[in-house]
């Protein structure tokens, strides 16, 4: 008895189940037991069993007065033969055969005042084929075809015991004790074990049975099953520890999650049962405010997984997959980890004994894989509800079955000596398969919508996940429903040993025995109670009570923190390759990749719930299918393939077969759909078909582990890829193509059309270049040279800079760095205003301050022009020159001060803090639909011109730039305010004045430099499809803020000027008067000017001819002077008013002097379009800084903008980007040439007064006029007073 009770607890202890342990991980355990009790040496469970020792219990025995007692009783050299079990009916017998031990012992008696002793025992059982012991449960009491009690119907055993007594001991002693003892230990412990087993059988038992069977039948049945058999009721008090009352689903899930609490009062059991009922709703009226949460029916994320998942792959093309990779085996094995999947300790202290067990999962396998109806892993059912669902059982493969190989180590350790006593290794499979299964729960995720996606790292997710995940979190998830369903058991659960023994063979044995006897009697009702079980509120509240502790919100892992603890554990670097992709996968993706190309046409439909794509112009793409055929035409085709002597390195390749007579076709992608952007819209099949030829190419591959855990989650797919590469060196490639292959264009209604040759028919030297750079990057060199440029293009975009304090204060940076406000920014030109205004009432409080340097009484005294005193001041208080002005002089003052004030200010805001010129780019069809347009392709300011100048390697064309534009502005600024302010140089105010009305009109030499680099670079390029691609420069704020402070400054000047009027002779032009030979001298520069003009307007003046890759595209022009400013319609106004107005304007004064009608008009025309005139100006820039800087100026700005392929395309091609050659044409070149000469001359009569001085002593009419108008000096004022 002692054995057998000892024997049993240590069978049972793994098996029980502590506090909170899960029921899933306490049948795990069970199992793990039975697999490790389960298994090989010669018969390596029956050697284990033998060499076991372990320790009963004290045996005590009474008789004739005589009290015998036997203690430390140690057992060892336990054998069993075999175990034998059968299924008979509704029950199963167990028969050992082989019993034997060896048990040794001391013992000692004493009685009757005299009699007493000690000695040795030794008790043997020897093992022999009649040593056996049986036991056979069966099922009785039955009803709807259920048994509803157990019953012992046979308990006997024959074990051939001896018993062996010896030390100082009285013969009479012995005889009395030895036959007692050992028929006690024959005949009545094996009758009381009966007894009990009978009596455990009829009660507990078969209570445990009526429970059972009550959670197996559907509710009802079970309730009229069990008031007709009497069994509902409770136990008594006083049951084992292992009894559970389950009267539902519910308390059984609560029992197996909570352990049993039959000590519990009904009444707290039925408020814990109010509460559970209540909980879900409680949950829904604390979520009933949902602010700030992600709304997953609108989240863009889920709904690209959600059409991706459900609509574009769907469980058919899934499973079309699994098929190919698993080259249509049923059954798909997986290895299983080194690392144990369980370790456990069992200790039995009554034994003496401590159990080790180890748990290993050596490989799992899954059958039917290839047979998924119906994936969908996650789908929004409400703002905050998602749902999971999954379905195996196909026509093809109805059944769907799941099978493990473990390996379990168990050692028996002797726990007072801590010593090993024996060890042993047991390999077992376990399988089971179900028809149809199906999986689907359903719950409530609220996650804050200002952490989601979020920006956490890899890192933290590896450090912290629980703690990173649940940070999103508003509250824990809460499951609301799962319904799992299958038809019923394809094939039932099985137990195979893989370790070779009698033992292990007979317990298999006995196990599927077991199994086999379970789906006898409750195999027909297994499905609906799996069903009835997943979807039981009891365990639905138990899962949420556990989510609510386990994943309720917490505080994610700083991202320094994380990174460095994974800088402890982790090397920086990694490279060894064949445990990553040569491992038991590497068949599963070969299989899929043979698979795929075997099928030589594949499909992909149901497109149209696709979320927009964001796209130039608002567009709008919708897909119909993705279509792959002539598939069958590659071979060897193999992706990341590790190589045997470099484990770093991996390897691609593929092979695409030529069409032949029997196979005319090449493998060909397609994609059918339409595309409408802005006004261009496509409908038709796109399709390329690839060339011929072999591709084969070794990479060298590192990856930085410590860059991949900081990577941002979540990252693009392109980023994700290449940014934690380390090192990817190409060290092979073998490329041979027959040809480019071919792009089709099949629109739906027309023609179709072939865009490469398209291509090539247009730019032949394009086709060219492109052919010699598929050459390069064919070869090693040139492919990892196309790598690195392109790995660092996208690492740049992947890199998050921090803003720069220019940026955060919300300042732009044009192409090479210059920072600018954005012209829309209604605060620059709100402020400029004050400014000007400021500034203008600044200079006008001048001019009345200027009148205290000589106080006098007489209030027009010493005012004349040539007074020492400002002119502001002079203006201010009127001269007699006052009436050419209107007669107001305070306004006068006034618009003079504010003309000046705007145009320092605008010259300011020109040059340092607005965009000056943007270079862009569209592409649009003949008929007019623009398809993509971009006018900020590169942008710069009034500095980043002067730099692209320099970088282009002409810096005499950057100093003359700024020298043109800045310099000589702000010096003609100064000498206005020198002359308006002051009263320095007096006598010399109108040679100052002309020469800063000479400065001052240098700034519009900007207009030849733009418009002619706009004329040059504005090329409209034909391309295939109908479509132009179109470049363009277009002037910014800054150009026109320029030109706005260089006519304020212009007319301030002017203005001065009016204000000191010069001397006229006699005969003047404008007076009707002239000499002959002036006025000749006019009229046929007047001819001459107008011809000039009209030869460089509408004949060619320049001829300009793009190199390089820009080159095979734009063929070299011819260009007029009609051809400036067309891509900027602002530009060509300003061309035509300053080239072509302004000159005319000279000829409308030279007729108006000539009559002699109106002189003092025919001299403000003269002086105005001398002032804004751009001939000379013009024809200076043209040839004096333009032929020479445009070429530096576009190449450069090329190639800063596009580097890194040009670089390449210098390495490759022995060709930049763009270069660009300008040079003169004679025609326009001697027009505009001779326009010039003629304008000047009539500058220089009209306004210099060239051929027209006084002779000596000579006075004018207006002189005499001045001079009898002259004021008194203040001495006479004095003398009148």
Same mark, same amino acid.
Request: one cysteine or more.
């Given at each position: 008895?002692?054995?057998?009770?000892?024997v049993?607890?240590?069978?049972?202890?793994?098996?029980?189940?502590?506090?909170?342990?899960?029921?899933?991980?306490?049948?795990?355990?069970?199992?793990l037991?039975a697999?490790?009790?389960?298994?090989?040496?010669? !018969?390596?469970?029956?050697?284990?069993?033998?060499?076991?020792?372990?320790?009963?219990?004290?045996?005590?025995? *009474?008789k004739?007065?005589?009290?015998?007692?036997?203690?430390?009783?140690?057992?060892?050299?336990?054998?069993?033969? !075999?175990?034998?079990?059968?299924?008979? !009916?509704?029950?199963?017998?167990?028969?050992?055969?082989g019993?034997? /031990?060896?048990?040794? &012992?001391?013992?000692?008696?004493?009685?009757?005042? /005299?009699?007493?002793?000690?000695?040795?025992?030794?008790?043997?059982?020897?093992?022999?084929?009649?040593?056996?012991?049986?036991v056979a449960?069966?099922?009785?009491?039955m009803?709807?075809?259920?048994?509803?009690?157990?019953?012992?119907?046979?308990?006997?055993?024959?074990?051939?015991?001896?018993?062996?007594?010896?030390?100082?001991?009285?013969?009479?002693?012995?005889?009395?004790?030895?036959?007692? $003892?050992?028929?006690?230990?024959?005949?009545?412990?094996?009758?009381?074990a009966?007894?009990?087993?009978?009596?455990?059988?009829?009660?507990?038992?078969?209570?445990?049975?009526?429970?059972?069977n009550?959670?197996?039948?559907?509710?009802?049945?079970?309730?009229?099953?069990?008031?007709?058999?009497?069994?509902?009721?409770?136990?008594?008090?006083?049951?084992?520890?292992?009894?559970?009352?389950?009267?539902?689903?519910?308390?059984?899930?609560?029992?197996?999650?909570?352990?049993d609490?039959?000590?519990?009062?009904?009444?707290?059991?039925?408020?814990?049962?109010?509460?559970?009922?209540?909980?879900?709703?409680?949950r829904?009226?604390?979520?009933?405010?949902?602010?700030?949460?992600?709304?997953?029916?609108?989240?863009?994320?889920?709904?690209?997984?959600?059409?991706?998942?459900?609509?574009?792959?769907?469980?058919?093309?899934?499973?079309?997959?699994?098929?190919?990779?698993v080259?249509?085996?049923?059954t798909?094995?997986?290895?299983?980890?080194?690392?144990?999947?369980?370790?456990?300790?069992?200790?039995q202290p009554d034994?003496?004994?401590?159990?080790?067990?180890?748990?290993?999962?050596?490989?799992?396998?899954?059958?039917?894989?290839?047979?998924?109806?119906?994936?969908?892993?996650?789908?929004?059912? =409400?703002?905050?509800?998602?749902?999971?669902?999954?379905s195996?059982?196909?026509?093809?493969?109805?059944?769907?079955?799941l099978?493990?190989?473990?390996k379990?180590?168990?050692?028996?350790?002797?726990?007072?000596s801590?010593?090993?006593?024996?060890?042993?290794?047991?390999?077992?499979?376990?399988?089971?398969?179900?028809?149809?299964?199906?999986?689907?729960?359903?719950?409530?995720?609220?996650?804050?919508?200002?952490?989601?996606?979020?920006?956490r790292?890899?890192?933290?997710?590896?450090?912290?996940?629980?703690?990173?995940?649940?940070?999103?979190?508003?509250?824990?998830?809460?499951?609301?429903?799962?319904?799992?369903?299958?038809?019923?058991?394809? #094939?039932?659960?099985?137990?195979?040993?893989?370790?070779?023994?009698?033992?292990?063979?007979?317990?298999?044995?006995?196990?599927?025995?077991?199994?086999?006897?379970?789906?006898?009697v409750?195999?027909?009702?297994?499905?609906?109670?799996?069903?009835?079980?997943?979807?039981?509120?009891?365990?639905?509240?138990?899962?949420?009570?556990?989510?609510?502790?386990?994943?309720?919100?917490?505080?994610?892992?700083?991202?320094?923190?994380?990174?460095?603890?994974?800088?402890?554990?982790?090397?920086?670097?990694?490279?060894?390759?064949?445990?990553?992709? &040569?491992?038991?996968?590497?068949?599963?993706?070969?299989?899929?990749?043979?698979?795929?190309?075997a099928?030589?046409?594949?499909?992909?439909? !149901?497109?149209?719930?696709?979320?927009?794509?964001?796209?130039?112009?608002?567009?709008?793409?919708?897909?119909?299918?993705?279509?792959?055929?002539?598939?069958?035409?590659?071979?060897?085709?193999?992706?990341?393939?590790?190589?045997?002597?470099?484990?770093?390195?991996?390897?691609?390749?593929?092979?695409?077969?030529?069409?032949?007579?029997?196979?005319?076709?090449?493998?060909?992608? #397609?994609?059918?759909?339409?595309?409408?952007?802005?006004?261009?819209?496509?409908?038709?099949?796109?399709?390329?078909?690839?060339?011929?030829g072999?591709?084969?190419?070794?990479?060298?591959?590192?990856?930085?582990?410590?860059?991949?855990?900081?990577?941002?989650?979540?990252?693009?797919?392109?980023?994700?890829?290449?940014?934690?590469?380390?090192?990817?060196?190409?060290?092979?490639?073998? #490329?041979?193509?027959?040809?480019?292959?071919?792009v089709?264009?099949?629109?739906?209604?027309?023609?179709?059309?072939?865009?490469?040759d398209?291509?090539?028919?247009?730019?032949?030297?394009?086709?060219?270049?492109?052919?010699?750079?598929r050459?390069?990057?064919?070869?090693?060199?040139?492919?990892?040279?196309?790598?690195?440029?392109?790995?660092?293009?996208?690492?740049?975009?992947?890199?998050?800079?921090?803003?720069?304090?220019e940026?955060?204060? =919300?300042?732009?940076?044009?192409?090479?760095?210059?920072?600018?406000?954005?012209?829309?920014d209604?605060?620059?030109? %709100?402020?400029?205003?004050?400014?000007?205004?400021?500034?203008? #009432?600044?200079?006008?409080?001048?001019?009345?301050?200027?009148?205290?340097?000589?106080?006098d009484?007489?209030?027009?005294?010493?005012?004349?022009?040539?007074?020492?005193?400002?002119?502001?001041?002079?203006?201010?208080?009127?001269?007699?020159?006052?009436?050419?002005?209107?007669?107001?002089?305070?306004?006068?003052?006034? $618009?003079?001060s504010?003309?000046?004030?705007? &145009?320092?200010?605008a010259?300011?805001?020109?040059?340092?803090?607005?965009?000056?010129?943007?270079?862009?780019?569209?592409?649009?069809?003949?008929?007019?639909?623009?398809?993509?347009?971009? *006018?900020t392709?590169?942008?710069?300011?009034?500095?980043?011109?002067?730099?692209?100048?320099?970088?282009?390697?002409?810096?005499?064309?950057?100093?003359?730039?700024?020298?043109?534009? %800045?310099?000589?502005?702000?010096?003609?600024?100064?000498?206005?305010?020198?002359?308006?302010?002051?009263?320095?140089?007096?006598?010399?105010?109108?040679?100052?004045?002309?020469?800063?009305?000479?400065?001052?009109?240098?700034a519009?030499?900007?207009?030849?430099?733009?418009?002619?680099?706009a004329?040059?670079?504005?090329?409209?390029?034909?391309?295939?499809?109908?479509?132009?691609?179109?470049?363009?420069l277009?002037?910014?704020?800054?150009?026109?803020?320029?030109?706005?402070?260089?006519? +304020?400054?212009?007319?301030?000047?002017l203005? %001065?000027?009016?204000?000191?009027?010069?001397?006229?002779?006699?005969?003047?032009?404008?007076?009707? *008067?002239?000499?002959?030979?002036?006025?000749?001298?006019?009229?046929v520069?007047?001819?001459?000017?107008?011809?000039?003009?009209?030869?460089?307007?509408? +004949?060619?003046?320049?001829?300009?001819?793009?190199?390089?890759?820009?080159?095979?595209?734009?063929?070299?022009?011819?260009?007029?002077?009609s051809?400036?400013?067309?891509?900027?319609?602002?530009?060509?106004?300003?061309?035509?008013?300053?080239?072509g107005?302004?000159?005319?304007?000279?000829?409308?004064?030279?007729?108006?002097?000539?009559?002699?009608k109106?002189?003092?008009?025919?001299?403000? %025309?003269?002086?105005?379009?001398?002032?804004? +005139?751009?001939?000379?100006?013009?024809?200076?820039?043209?040839l004096?800084?333009?032929?020479?800087?445009?070429?530096?100026?576009?190449?450069?700005?090329?190639?800063?903008?596009?580097?890194?392929?040009?670089?390449?395309?210098?390495e490759?091609?022995?060709?930049? +980007?763009?270069?660009?050659?300008?040079?003169?044409?004679?025609?326009?070149?001697?027009?505009?040439?001779?326009?010039?000469?003629?304008?000047?001359?009539?500058?220089?009569?009209?306004?210099?007064?060239?051929?027209?001085?006084?002779?000596?002593?000579?006075?004018?009419?207006l002189?005499?006029?001045?001079?009898?108008?002259?004021?008194?000096?203040?001495?006479?004022?004095?003398?009148?007073?």
């Amino acid at each position: 008895r002692p054995i057998i009770l000892d024997v049993a607890r240590a069978s049972v202890a793994p098996c029980r189940v502590e506090g909170m342990t899960s029921f899933p991980r306490m049948l795990a355990r069970c199992m793990l037991f039975a697999a490790a009790m389960a298994a090989s040496f010669d !018969d390596p469970l029956a050697q284990w069993l033998d060499s076991l020792k372990f320790s009963l219990q004290d045996v005590t025995q *009474e008789k004739a007065g005589i009290t015998f007692k036997v203690s430390n009783l140690v057992c060892q050299n336990l054998q069993l033969s !075999d175990i034998k079990s059968a299924v008979e !009916d509704v029950g199963m017998s167990i028969t050992l055969e082989g019993i034997g /031990i060896v048990c040794n &012992g001391h013992f000692d008696y004493h009685g009757l005042a /005299i009699v007493s002793g000690s000695g040795d025992l030794q008790a043997v059982v020897k093992s022999s084929p009649s040593s056996t012991a049986t036991v056979a449960l069966h099922g009785t009491n039955m009803a709807q075809n259920l048994p509803w009690a157990v019953e012992a119907t046979s308990c006997d055993a024959n074990l051939d015991l001896k018993l062996t007594l010896s030390g100082s001991i009285i013969y009479d002693v012995i005889n009395i004790f030895k036959t007692p $003892v050992s028929a006690l230990i024959k005949h009545q412990a094996i009758a009381q074990a009966c007894t009990q087993l009978k009596t455990m059988a009829a009660g507990q038992l078969s209570q445990k049975l009526a429970d059972f069977n009550r959670l197996m039948l559907p509710s009802d049945d079970g309730e009229l099953l069990l008031k007709s058999t009497g069994l509902a009721a409770k136990p008594e008090a006083g049951a084992p520890w292992f009894h559970v009352d389950m009267e539902s689903f519910e308390d059984f899930v609560e029992d197996v999650a909570n352990g049993d609490h039959g000590d519990r009062p009904k009444a707290e059991e039925n408020d814990a049962g109010s509460q559970g009922n209540l909980f879900l709703a409680e949950r829904r009226l604390k979520a009933v405010s949902k602010d700030g949460t992600v709304d997953w029916t609108h989240d863009e994320t889920l709904k690209w997984i959600s059409w991706l998942v459900d609509d574009v792959i769907g469980p058919e093309r899934l499973d079309q997959a699994v098929s190919w990779a698993v080259k249509g085996n049923e059954t798909v094995i997986i290895p299983g980890p080194a690392n144990p999947l369980m370790t456990t300790t069992v200790k039995q202290p009554d034994a003496g004994l401590e159990l080790r067990v180890t748990a290993f999962l050596k490989s799992a396998s899954i059958e039917g894989a290839d047979g998924m109806s119906d994936f969908s892993p996650v789908a929004a059912v =409400g703002p905050n509800d998602l749902r999971f669902k999954v379905s195996w059982g196909t026509a093809k493969r109805p059944a769907f079955g799941l099978g493990v190989d473990v390996k379990v180590q168990v050692e028996a350790v002797d726990l007072s000596s801590g010593k090993s006593q024996a060890a042993m290794e047991q390999e077992m499979s376990l399988h089971l398969a179900v028809l149809s299964p199906s999986l689907e729960v359903q719950g409530e995720v609220q996650v804050l919508a200002r952490e989601w996606p979020g920006t956490r790292s890899l890192a933290q997710l590896m450090v912290a996940p629980k703690q990173c995940l649940t940070s999103m979190l508003k509250q824990a998830p809460l499951l609301k429903s799962v319904q799992m369903k299958f038809q019923q058991l394809a #094939a039932p659960l099985s137990f195979v040993t893989r370790t070779q023994g009698a033992l292990e063979n007979a317990l298999a044995n006995l196990l599927n025995n077991g199994v086999g006897l379970f789906n006898q009697v409750y195999q027909p009702l297994l499905p609906g109670a799996i069903q009835r079980f997943a979807g039981s509120q009891k365990l639905i509240q138990t899962v949420n009570n556990q989510l609510s502790q386990q994943m309720k919100p917490q505080t994610c892992i700083d991202p320094a923190l994380a990174s460095q603890q994974v800088r402890n554990v982790f090397p920086q670097y990694y490279g060894d390759w064949p445990p990553v992709f &040569g491992n038991w996968a590497r068949q599963l993706i070969d299989n899929f990749f043979d698979g795929f190309i075997a099928s030589n046409t594949s499909v992909l439909e !149901d497109f149209g719930a696709m979320p927009k794509v964001p796209l130039p112009l608002d567009g709008k793409v919708a897909l119909r299918q993705l279509i792959a055929t002539g598939l069958d035409q590659v071979s060897q085709l193999r992706v990341a393939l590790p190589t045997a002597d470099h484990p770093s390195w991996l390897e691609n390749k593929a092979v695409a077969k030529c069409p032949t007579d029997q196979a005319p076709w090449r493998p060909t992608f #397609a994609v059918n759909g339409s595309l409408v952007a802005g006004n261009f819209g496509g409908d038709g099949l796109v399709s390329l078909e690839m060339p011929c030829g072999t591709l084969d190419a070794e990479v060298d591959v590192v990856v930085d582990f410590w860059h991949l855990m900081d990577l941002q989650i979540p990252p693009t797919m392109t980023c994700a890829m290449m940014s934690p590469l380390a090192k990817l060196d190409i060290k092979k490639v073998n #490329a041979t193509w027959g040809g480019s292959g071919r792009v089709k264009v099949q629109p739906k209604d027309g023609p179709a059309q072939y865009p490469v040759d398209q291509m090539c028919t247009l730019h032949p030297d394009a086709c060219k270049l492109a052919d010699e750079m598929r050459e390069f990057v064919s070869s090693t060199e040139g492919a990892t040279r196309l790598y690195h440029m392109a790995r660092d293009k996208v690492l740049s975009k992947c890199t998050s800079p921090q803003l720069s304090a220019e940026q955060e204060e =919300g300042l732009q940076k044009d192409q090479l760095g210059y920072t600018y406000v954005e012209p829309d920014d209604y605060k620059v030109w %709100l402020g400029s205003a004050v400014v000007i205004l400021a500034l203008a #009432a600044t200079y006008t409080f001048a001019a009345t301050l200027g009148r205290l340097v000589k106080p006098d009484t007489c209030e027009s005294a010493d005012l004349s022009p040539t007074s020492s005193l400002p002119l502001a001041t002079i203006c201010w208080y009127g001269t007699p020159a006052s009436r050419s002005v209107g007669g107001i002089p305070k306004i006068s003052t006034f $618009v003079a001060s504010t003309l000046m004030a705007a &145009g320092l200010v605008a010259r300011i805001l020109a040059c340092f803090w607005l965009p000056f010129a943007s270079a862009g780019v569209s592409l649009e069809q003949k008929t007019g639909g623009t398809i993509f347009k971009d *006018e900020t392709l590169l942008q710069y300011t009034f500095f980043g011109i002067g730099e692209q100048f320099y970088l282009g390697g002409s810096l005499y064309c950057q100093i003359l730039w700024f020298f043109m534009s %800045l310099v000589s502005a702000l010096t003609c600024h100064a000498i206005l305010l020198l002359v308006w302010l002051t009263p320095f140089l007096a006598s010399h105010r109108r040679k100052l004045l002309m020469a800063a009305l000479v400065l001052g009109r240098f700034a519009l030499s900007e207009a030849e430099t733009t418009g002619n680099t706009a004329m040059v670079l504005g090329n409209a390029v034909p391309m295939p499809l109908g479509m132009v691609q179109k470049m363009s420069l277009g002037l910014e704020a800054g150009a026109y803020t320029s030109w706005f402070a260089t006519a +304020c400054t212009v007319f301030a000047n002017l203005l %001065l000027l009016k204000i000191l009027p010069r001397p006229v002779a006699p005969k003047e032009w404008a007076s009707g *008067e002239a000499p002959r030979f002036i006025t000749i001298v006019q009229a046929v520069n007047s001819v001459m000017m107008v011809a000039g003009i009209c030869v460089w307007y509408f +004949c060619d003046f320049m001829h300009a001819e793009t190199g390089g890759i820009a080159g095979a595209l734009i063929p070299p022009a011819n260009y007029s002077g009609s051809g400036l400013g067309k891509s900027d319609l602002g530009l060509h106004i300003f061309i035509i008013l300053t080239a072509g107005v302004c000159p005319l304007m000279h000829i409308v004064a030279f007729v108006l002097g000539w009559t002699g009608k109106a002189p003092k008009v025919a001299r403000g %025309l003269a002086a105005v379009a001398t002032s804004f +005139c751009l001939l000379d100006l013009f024809t200076i820039g043209y040839l004096a800084t333009f032929l020479e800087g445009v070429n530096g100026f576009a190449s450069s700005a090329v190639h800063d903008f596009a580097k890194p392929l040009c670089e390449l395309s210098q390495e490759a091609l022995g060709k930049d +980007c763009l270069t660009m050659t300008a040079s003169v044409v004679p025609l326009g070149t001697v027009g505009l040439l001779v326009a010039t000469a003629a304008w000047s001359a009539l500058a220089a009569v009209q306004v210099l007064g060239f051929g027209q001085k006084r002779m000596a002593g000579e006075v004018t009419p207006l002189q005499a006029e001045l001079r009898a108008a002259e004021p008194p000096s203040f001495q006479e004022c004095d003398a009148r007073a």
